[in-house]
Protein backbone atom coordinates (compact mmCIF):
# COMPACT_ATOMS: atom_id res chain seq x y z
CA UNK A 1 0.00 0.00 0.00
CA UNK A 2 1.48 3.40 -1.27
CA UNK A 3 -0.09 6.56 0.89
CA UNK A 4 3.74 8.52 0.14
CA UNK A 5 3.40 11.88 -0.71
CA UNK A 6 0.08 12.65 -0.09
CA UNK A 7 0.10 15.40 2.70
CA UNK A 8 -1.28 13.25 4.80
CA UNK A 9 -1.24 14.85 9.20
CA UNK A 10 -1.56 13.43 12.03
CA UNK A 11 -0.85 10.05 13.52
CA UNK A 12 -1.11 6.74 12.03
CA UNK A 13 -4.22 4.50 12.21
CA UNK A 14 -3.77 1.57 14.97
CA UNK A 15 -6.08 -0.12 12.63
CA UNK A 16 -2.97 -0.52 10.31
CA UNK A 17 -1.33 -2.94 12.67
CA UNK A 18 -3.52 -5.77 11.51
CA UNK A 19 -1.87 -5.62 8.14
CA UNK A 20 -0.56 -9.00 6.88
CA UNK A 21 3.48 -9.52 7.59
CA UNK A 22 4.15 -9.68 4.06
CA UNK A 23 2.17 -6.89 3.35
CA UNK A 24 4.64 -3.36 2.61
CA UNK A 25 2.79 0.16 3.59
CA UNK A 26 5.00 3.62 2.06
CA UNK A 27 4.08 6.40 4.25
CA UNK A 28 6.93 8.26 3.37
CA UNK A 29 6.85 12.23 2.41
CA UNK A 30 4.34 12.77 4.50
CA UNK A 31 3.30 15.55 7.76
CA UNK A 32 2.94 12.55 9.67
CA UNK A 33 3.42 13.04 13.91
CA UNK A 34 3.07 10.85 16.95
CA UNK A 35 4.04 7.40 18.08
CA UNK A 36 4.09 4.54 15.14
CA UNK A 37 1.61 1.40 16.14
CA UNK A 38 3.45 -2.45 16.42
CA UNK A 39 2.78 -3.28 12.54
CA UNK A 40 4.24 -6.43 11.50
CA UNK A 41 4.38 -5.23 7.68
CA UNK A 42 7.05 -3.76 6.29
CA UNK A 43 7.15 0.15 6.70
CA UNK A 44 8.56 3.13 4.94
CA UNK A 45 8.46 6.66 6.98
CA UNK A 46 11.05 8.74 5.16
CA UNK A 47 10.76 12.14 5.35
CA UNK A 48 7.88 12.50 7.97
CA UNK A 49 7.99 14.75 11.46
CA UNK A 50 7.95 14.26 14.94
CA UNK A 51 7.74 9.87 14.79
CA UNK A 52 8.68 8.39 17.58
CA UNK A 53 8.45 4.92 18.70
CA UNK A 54 10.23 1.76 19.80
CA UNK A 55 11.05 0.01 16.67
CA UNK A 56 12.30 1.12 12.61
CA UNK A 57 14.93 3.12 13.84
CA UNK A 58 12.61 5.91 15.67
CA UNK A 59 13.15 8.18 18.36
CA UNK A 60 12.06 7.31 21.39
CA UNK A 61 8.67 8.77 22.39
CA UNK A 62 10.00 10.08 25.88
CA UNK A 63 13.19 11.95 23.99
CA UNK A 64 10.87 13.34 21.39
CA UNK A 65 8.86 14.69 24.38
CA UNK A 66 11.39 16.79 25.78
CA UNK A 67 12.54 18.02 22.76
CA UNK A 68 9.27 19.36 21.83
CA UNK A 69 8.77 20.95 25.79
CA UNK A 70 12.00 23.24 24.76
CA UNK A 71 10.33 23.75 21.72
CA UNK A 72 7.87 24.99 23.09
CA UNK A 73 8.81 27.10 25.52
CA UNK A 74 11.82 28.56 22.90
CA UNK A 75 8.74 29.51 20.79
CA UNK A 76 7.14 32.05 22.48
CA UNK A 77 10.07 34.14 23.14
CA UNK A 78 11.05 33.92 19.41
CA UNK A 79 7.43 35.41 18.85
CA UNK A 80 7.82 37.93 21.43
CA UNK A 81 11.03 38.93 20.20
CA UNK A 82 10.31 39.55 16.26
CA UNK A 83 6.93 41.44 17.99
CA UNK A 84 9.22 43.95 19.85
CA UNK A 85 12.08 44.71 17.94
CA UNK A 86 10.21 46.35 15.41
CA UNK A 87 7.68 47.79 17.98
CA UNK A 88 11.19 49.08 19.93
CA UNK A 89 12.42 51.01 16.50
CA UNK A 90 9.38 52.69 16.09
CA UNK A 91 9.08 54.08 19.72
CA UNK A 92 12.90 55.16 18.94
CA UNK A 93 12.27 56.62 15.46
CA UNK A 94 8.86 58.63 17.10
CA UNK A 95 11.15 59.84 20.14
CA UNK A 96 14.41 61.09 17.82
CA UNK A 97 11.65 62.57 15.38
CA UNK A 98 9.88 64.42 18.64
CA UNK A 99 13.19 65.79 19.41
CA UNK A 100 14.23 66.73 16.50
CA UNK A 101 10.87 69.06 16.12
CA UNK A 102 11.09 70.34 19.68
CA UNK A 103 14.89 71.92 18.62
CA UNK A 104 13.58 72.79 15.17
CA UNK A 105 10.50 74.40 16.83
CA UNK A 106 12.65 76.59 19.30
CA UNK A 107 15.36 77.90 17.37
CA UNK A 108 12.16 78.47 14.63
CA UNK A 109 10.64 80.27 17.68
CA UNK A 110 13.80 82.44 18.44
CA UNK A 111 14.39 83.53 14.98
CA UNK A 112 10.45 84.97 14.94
CA UNK A 113 11.74 86.99 18.05
CA UNK A 114 13.20 88.80 15.94
CA UNK A 115 11.09 88.87 12.67
CA UNK A 116 8.21 88.98 14.26
CA UNK A 117 4.99 87.03 14.45
CA UNK A 118 1.75 88.48 13.95
CA UNK A 119 0.23 85.27 13.98
CA UNK A 120 0.62 85.04 18.12
CA UNK A 121 -1.63 88.31 18.03
CA UNK A 122 -4.36 86.52 16.61
CA UNK A 123 -3.87 84.04 18.76
CA UNK A 124 -3.79 86.52 21.54
CA UNK A 125 -0.18 85.78 22.85
CA UNK A 126 1.07 89.05 21.49
CA UNK A 127 4.42 88.83 23.46
CA UNK A 128 7.06 88.40 20.91
CA UNK A 129 4.63 91.10 18.28
CA UNK A 130 4.46 93.72 20.66
CA UNK A 131 7.47 94.36 21.05
CA UNK A 132 8.78 94.03 17.33
CA UNK A 133 5.90 96.51 16.88
CA UNK A 134 7.47 98.50 19.76
CA UNK A 135 10.89 98.30 18.14
CA UNK A 136 10.01 99.30 14.84
CA UNK A 137 7.90 102.32 15.65
CA UNK A 138 10.10 103.32 18.14
CA UNK A 139 7.39 103.25 21.35
CA UNK A 140 5.08 104.57 18.66
CA UNK A 141 6.96 107.61 18.13
CA UNK A 142 5.05 110.51 15.87
CA UNK A 143 7.16 110.34 12.85
CA UNK A 144 4.84 106.83 12.23
CA UNK A 145 2.15 108.27 12.64
CA UNK A 146 -0.22 108.33 8.94
CA UNK A 147 -3.63 108.87 10.60
CA UNK A 148 -5.31 109.85 13.75
CA UNK A 149 -9.09 109.26 14.72
CA UNK A 150 -11.40 109.94 17.18
CA UNK A 151 -10.55 106.07 18.87
CA UNK A 152 -7.22 105.57 18.10
CA UNK A 153 -3.84 106.63 16.38
CA UNK A 154 -2.62 104.85 12.82
CA UNK A 155 0.88 103.87 12.25
CA UNK A 156 2.65 102.19 9.77
CA UNK A 157 4.79 99.67 11.11
CA UNK A 158 8.14 97.73 8.80
CA UNK A 159 9.09 94.63 10.37
CA UNK A 160 12.04 92.46 9.76
CA UNK A 161 11.71 91.10 6.13
CA UNK A 162 10.45 93.85 5.05
CA UNK A 163 6.16 92.97 6.17
CA UNK A 164 4.52 96.53 6.57
CA UNK A 165 0.76 96.65 8.52
CA UNK A 166 -0.87 99.39 9.79
CA UNK A 167 -1.40 99.44 13.78
CA UNK A 168 -3.91 101.26 15.44
CA UNK A 169 -3.35 102.50 19.20
CA UNK A 170 -6.41 102.78 20.27
CA UNK A 171 -6.49 105.66 23.10
CA UNK A 172 -7.02 105.60 26.45
CA UNK A 173 -10.72 105.72 26.95
CA UNK A 174 -13.51 104.71 29.22
CA UNK A 175 -15.33 102.06 26.35
CA UNK A 176 -11.99 100.60 25.96
CA UNK A 177 -10.55 100.29 29.89
CA UNK A 178 -12.88 97.78 30.00
CA UNK A 179 -11.58 94.28 28.87
CA UNK A 180 -15.24 92.80 28.22
CA UNK A 181 -16.22 95.74 25.88
CA UNK A 182 -12.55 95.29 24.04
CA UNK A 183 -13.06 91.50 23.63
CA UNK A 184 -16.63 92.39 22.42
CA UNK A 185 -15.26 94.29 19.67
CA UNK A 186 -12.43 92.62 18.35
CA UNK A 187 -15.63 89.69 18.43
CA UNK A 188 -17.34 91.91 16.21
CA UNK A 189 -14.17 92.01 13.76
CA UNK A 190 -12.82 89.33 13.93
CA UNK A 191 -16.69 87.78 12.05
CA UNK A 192 -15.93 90.48 9.61
CA UNK A 193 -14.86 88.88 5.98
CA UNK A 194 -15.36 90.92 2.80
CA UNK A 195 -13.53 92.83 -0.53
CA UNK A 196 -14.60 95.93 0.37
CA UNK A 197 -13.44 96.38 4.59
CA UNK A 198 -9.82 96.46 5.88
CA UNK A 199 -8.48 93.23 6.81
CA UNK A 200 -7.86 92.65 10.53
CA UNK A 201 -4.79 90.51 11.14
CA UNK A 202 -4.66 90.37 14.80
CA UNK A 203 -4.91 92.62 18.15
CA UNK A 204 -3.05 92.81 21.62
CA UNK A 205 -4.02 93.70 25.13
CA UNK A 206 -1.37 94.96 27.00
CA UNK A 207 -1.21 96.17 30.23
CA UNK A 208 0.44 99.69 28.54
CA UNK A 209 -1.70 99.92 25.87
CA UNK A 210 -4.13 98.06 23.39
CA UNK A 211 -3.74 97.58 19.66
CA UNK A 212 -5.26 96.76 16.72
CA UNK A 213 -3.27 95.30 13.54
CA UNK A 214 -4.58 95.87 9.85
CA UNK A 215 -3.71 95.29 6.17
CA UNK A 216 -2.11 98.68 5.31
CA UNK A 217 -3.72 100.62 2.67
CA UNK A 218 -1.43 102.24 0.40
CA UNK A 219 -3.04 105.88 -0.76
CA UNK A 220 -4.29 106.49 3.00
CA UNK A 221 -7.79 107.81 3.58
CA UNK A 222 -10.50 109.29 1.04
CA UNK A 223 -10.87 112.79 3.14
CA UNK A 224 -6.93 114.03 2.47
CA UNK A 225 -7.22 112.87 -1.35
CA UNK A 226 -10.10 115.00 -1.91
CA UNK A 227 -7.85 117.81 0.37
CA UNK A 228 -4.91 117.57 -2.03
CA UNK A 229 -5.30 119.84 -5.33
CA UNK A 230 -2.96 117.40 -7.33
CA UNK A 231 -4.26 114.34 -5.92
CA UNK A 232 -8.17 114.97 -6.40
CA UNK A 233 -6.79 115.79 -10.16
CA UNK A 234 -5.95 112.15 -10.35
CA UNK A 235 -9.58 110.84 -9.38
CA UNK A 236 -11.24 110.96 -12.11
CA UNK A 237 -15.15 110.10 -12.37
CA UNK A 238 -14.70 106.36 -13.26
CA UNK A 239 -13.08 106.24 -10.14
CA UNK A 240 -15.42 108.11 -7.94
CA UNK A 241 -18.22 106.31 -8.96
CA UNK A 242 -16.41 103.04 -8.31
CA UNK A 243 -15.63 104.10 -4.64
CA UNK A 244 -19.35 105.27 -3.92
CA UNK A 245 -20.55 101.25 -5.26
CA UNK A 246 -17.81 99.87 -3.16
CA UNK A 247 -19.10 102.13 0.36
CA UNK A 248 -22.36 100.38 -0.77
CA UNK A 249 -21.38 97.03 -1.20
CA UNK A 250 -19.86 97.10 1.97
CA UNK A 251 -22.32 98.23 4.26
CA UNK A 252 -24.67 96.16 2.37
CA UNK A 253 -22.63 93.36 3.93
CA UNK A 254 -22.78 94.61 7.41
CA UNK A 255 -26.50 95.28 7.34
CA UNK A 256 -27.88 92.01 5.18
CA UNK A 257 -25.01 89.25 5.43
CA UNK A 258 -23.98 89.16 8.70
CA UNK A 259 -25.61 86.50 11.25
CA UNK A 260 -26.66 90.29 13.09
CA UNK A 261 -26.36 93.07 11.37
CA UNK A 262 -24.00 95.24 12.24
CA UNK A 263 -24.39 99.15 12.39
CA UNK A 264 -20.94 101.25 11.58
CA UNK A 265 -21.65 104.68 13.13
CA UNK A 266 -18.81 106.18 12.05
CA UNK A 267 -18.90 106.21 7.71
CA UNK A 268 -16.98 109.47 6.65
CA UNK A 269 -14.34 109.52 4.40
CA UNK A 270 -11.96 110.23 6.88
CA UNK A 271 -12.87 106.05 7.11
CA UNK A 272 -12.67 104.86 3.83
CA UNK A 273 -9.30 104.20 2.62
CA UNK A 274 -8.13 103.50 -1.25
CA UNK A 275 -5.22 101.14 -2.50
CA UNK A 276 -3.17 101.62 -5.59
CA UNK A 277 -5.99 101.53 -7.75
CA UNK A 278 -7.94 103.51 -5.90
CA UNK A 279 -10.48 100.81 -4.79
CA UNK A 280 -12.20 101.58 -1.57
CA UNK A 281 -12.24 99.99 2.18
CA UNK A 282 -14.62 100.76 5.36
CA UNK A 283 -12.31 101.16 7.79
CA UNK A 284 -12.13 101.94 12.22
CA UNK A 285 -15.19 99.51 13.43
CA UNK A 286 -13.94 101.17 16.81
CA UNK A 287 -17.94 102.25 17.50
CA UNK A 288 -19.43 99.35 15.44
CA UNK A 289 -22.18 97.73 17.02
CA UNK A 290 -24.80 94.70 16.55
CA UNK A 291 -28.70 94.88 16.00
CA UNK A 292 -30.73 91.33 16.30
CA UNK A 293 -32.56 90.94 13.25
CA UNK A 294 -35.45 93.38 13.00
CA UNK A 295 -35.04 94.90 15.84
CA UNK A 296 -33.13 98.51 16.45
CA UNK A 297 -31.15 99.54 19.63
CA UNK A 298 -31.10 102.29 21.76
CA UNK A 299 -27.72 104.18 22.57
CA UNK A 300 -26.56 105.59 25.25
CA UNK A 301 -23.55 107.22 23.54
CA UNK A 302 -24.04 109.60 20.87
CA UNK A 303 -21.45 108.33 18.80
CA UNK A 304 -20.02 109.48 15.31
CA UNK A 305 -18.82 112.82 13.55
CA UNK A 306 -20.38 115.97 12.73
CA UNK A 307 -22.14 116.47 10.17
CA UNK A 308 -21.83 112.76 8.98
CA UNK A 309 -24.74 111.55 12.02
CA UNK A 310 -28.63 111.25 10.89
CA UNK A 311 -30.50 113.91 12.35
CA UNK A 312 -32.73 111.71 14.11
CA UNK A 313 -30.39 109.98 16.06
CA UNK A 314 -29.72 113.34 17.96
CA UNK A 315 -33.24 113.63 19.05
CA UNK A 316 -34.46 109.91 19.12
CA UNK A 317 -30.73 107.98 20.30
CA UNK A 318 -32.28 104.97 18.36
CA UNK A 319 -29.44 103.35 16.38
CA UNK A 320 -30.71 101.33 13.05
CA UNK A 321 -29.14 100.84 9.75
CA UNK A 322 -30.91 103.95 8.47
CA UNK A 323 -28.23 105.79 10.65
CA UNK A 324 -25.26 103.96 7.90
CA UNK A 325 -27.21 104.95 4.75
CA UNK A 326 -27.47 108.46 5.86
CA UNK A 327 -24.02 108.92 6.27
CA UNK A 328 -23.33 107.02 3.10
CA UNK A 329 -25.32 109.57 1.41
CA UNK A 330 -23.29 112.34 2.68
CA UNK A 331 -19.96 110.29 1.42
CA UNK A 332 -21.43 110.10 -1.55
CA UNK A 333 -22.05 113.93 -1.68
CA UNK A 334 -18.58 114.75 -0.86
CA UNK A 335 -17.29 112.32 -3.58
CA UNK A 336 -19.00 113.86 -6.30
CA UNK A 337 -18.53 117.86 -5.20
CA UNK A 338 -15.36 117.63 -4.22
CA UNK A 339 -16.24 119.39 -0.83
CA UNK A 340 -16.52 118.93 3.27
CA UNK A 341 -20.39 118.36 4.41
CA UNK A 342 -21.80 120.29 7.28
CA UNK A 343 -22.71 123.74 6.48
CA UNK A 344 -22.56 123.07 2.62
CA UNK A 345 -25.86 120.70 2.58
CA UNK A 346 -28.28 123.07 3.57
CA UNK A 347 -27.61 126.44 1.66
CA UNK A 348 -27.44 123.71 -1.29
CA UNK A 349 -30.48 121.69 -0.83
CA UNK A 350 -32.93 124.32 0.83
CA UNK A 351 -32.30 127.28 -0.95
CA UNK A 352 -35.57 128.60 -2.98
CA UNK A 353 -32.70 128.49 -6.33
CA UNK A 354 -31.36 125.26 -7.92
CA UNK A 355 -28.49 125.54 -9.79
CA UNK A 356 -29.81 125.97 -13.73
CA UNK A 357 -26.90 123.50 -14.78
CA UNK A 358 -25.57 119.95 -13.57
CA UNK A 359 -22.07 120.70 -13.94
CA UNK A 360 -22.67 123.59 -11.08
CA UNK A 361 -22.56 120.67 -8.29
CA UNK A 362 -19.63 119.04 -9.90
CA UNK A 363 -16.35 119.10 -8.25
CA UNK A 364 -14.66 121.51 -11.06
CA UNK A 365 -10.75 120.48 -10.51
CA UNK A 366 -11.65 117.30 -12.63
CA UNK A 367 -13.27 117.41 -15.85
CA UNK A 368 -16.79 116.75 -16.18
CA UNK A 369 -18.13 113.13 -17.41
CA UNK A 370 -16.33 112.51 -20.64
CA UNK A 371 -19.13 109.54 -21.49
CA UNK A 372 -22.98 109.15 -21.25
CA UNK A 373 -22.48 105.82 -19.17
CA UNK A 374 -20.14 108.19 -16.39
CA UNK A 375 -22.61 111.17 -16.77
CA UNK A 376 -25.07 109.08 -15.94
CA UNK A 377 -24.00 106.86 -13.24
CA UNK A 378 -22.96 110.60 -11.46
CA UNK A 379 -26.45 111.52 -12.27
CA UNK A 380 -27.94 108.81 -10.62
CA UNK A 381 -25.32 109.42 -7.27
CA UNK A 382 -26.64 112.69 -7.25
CA UNK A 383 -30.28 111.98 -7.39
CA UNK A 384 -29.84 109.76 -3.92
CA UNK A 385 -28.05 112.52 -2.59
CA UNK A 386 -30.48 114.91 -3.42
CA UNK A 387 -33.72 112.82 -1.49
CA UNK A 388 -31.39 112.88 1.67
CA UNK A 389 -30.89 116.66 1.05
CA UNK A 390 -34.64 117.19 0.89
CA UNK A 391 -34.87 114.96 3.82
CA UNK A 392 -32.62 117.16 5.89
CA UNK A 393 -34.54 120.05 5.18
CA UNK A 394 -37.71 118.48 6.67
CA UNK A 395 -35.95 117.88 9.67
CA UNK A 396 -34.31 121.08 10.43
Known amino acids: MDLSRNNLSGAIPATFSNLPRQAMLILAYNSLTGKVPSITASILLDHNKDLCGDSNHLMPCETLKLDMNHQSRKHPRMVLLAFFAPFSFACLSIASITVICRR ?64 KLLHSMEEFNDEETFHAEIEVLTKIRHRCMVKLYGFCSHSQCKFLVYDLIERGSLSSILHEQELAKELDWSNRIAIVADIAQALSYLHHDCDDPIVHRDIKSSNILLNRDYKAYVSDFGMARKLKHGCSSWSTIFAGTCGYIAPELSSTMVLTEKCDVYSFGVVALEVVMGKQPGDLLLPFF ?18 VPST ?13 KKYIGLYICICV
Open 104 to 167: NKCSKSKRKSKSGDILSIWNFDGKIAFEDILTATENFNEKYCIGIGGYGTVFRVELEGGVTFAV
Open 372 to 384: IHEEKDVILVVLV
Open 350 to 367: CRTEQPRKFNDILDRRIA
